[in-house]
């Protein structure tokens, strides 16, 4: 888990877009485990992934898909004191979600 969130963070990261959502399907679904940066990024998600774990991904984003939503489902005591004027870009995932063809 750490080496994959290291990763994710990196400029360059090390680990294929498949790898890197098989890896976070292979999570609970209600993992928060970051992946909208990927899952934003890959065009051909229905080509390289299972339809399992599709599916699994995009429960994922229907439970946690906003901030909004992971903010809602942390204890409070978790929540990150930003400083004043900082502005944290939010991708929205729940607008994405990719159909797995027969």
């Known amino acids: 888990m750490a080496n994959y969130i290291e990763d994710y963070f990196s400029e360059h990261p090390k680990y294929r877009n ?3 959502l098989s890896f976070v399907a292979s999570n609970s679904t ?24 599709v599916k699994k ?12 939503a992971i903010r809602n489902h942390t ?11 900082f502005l944290l870009a939010e991708q929205d995932l729940s607008q994405k979600s990719v159909e797995q063809p027969i």
């Open 18 to 20: 498949k790898d890197a």
């Open 57 to 68: 991904l995009n429960t994922m984003i229907k439970k946690n898909g906003t901030l909004q």
């Open 75 to 85: 204890t409070k005591s978790y929540h990150t004191k930003l400083p004043e004027g």
């Open 30 to 53: 209600n993992a928060r485990t970051p992946f909208a940066r990927i899952w934003n990024n890959t065009d051909h998600l229905p080509n390289s992934l299972s339809k399992s774990k």
